[in-house]
Nanobody, 123 residues
Framework: VQLVESGGGLVQAGGSLRLSCAASGRTFSMYTTGWFRQAPGKEREFVAVMTWNGANTYYADSVKDRFTISRDNAKRTVYLQMNSLKPEDTAVYYC?????????????????WGQGTQVTVSS
């Protein structure tokens, strides 16, 4: 599956953004999809994931209660609604997908990646 993110930009602290990830491929509904982010000089880190059947979602502690992952299988699109943004949320955000259940929610267990979209939160 090929992934293309959009929706990044510059926002003030406390603001909101919604990222989108458009996927190609007819079997998108069989993919667990996640969002990761990478800040300058830091490793890529897990943000949120939704299992392929939509039954489960998981979030990093740092974004819990502020970010929401969702998907629309008919549109083959995954979303990340980000509210109450903080300067420390500044990073390149990547969409990722793995058929079925990945071994873990670490980046290494996802085989398909988008090119990333920049999110910058000013203080």
């Amino acid at each position: 599956v090929q992934l293309v993110e959009s929706g990044g930009g510059l926002v003030q602290a406390g603001g909101s953004l919604r990222l989108s990830c458009a996927a190609s491929g007819r079997t998108f509904s069989m993919y667990t999809t996640g969002w990761f982010r990478q800040a300058p000089g830091k490793e890529r880190e897990f943000v949120a994931v939704m299992t392929w059947n939509g039954a489960n979602t998981y979030y990093a502690d740092s974004v819990k209660d502020r970010f929401t992952i969702s998907r629309d299988n008919a549109k083959r699109t995954v979303y990340l609604q980000m509210n109450s943004l903080k300067p420390e949320d500044t990073a390149v955000y990547y969409c990722a997908a793995q058929v079925g259940y990945p071994g873990s929610y670490a980046a290494r267990d996802f085989s398909s990646w988008g090119q990333g979209t920049q999110v910058t939160v000013s203080s």
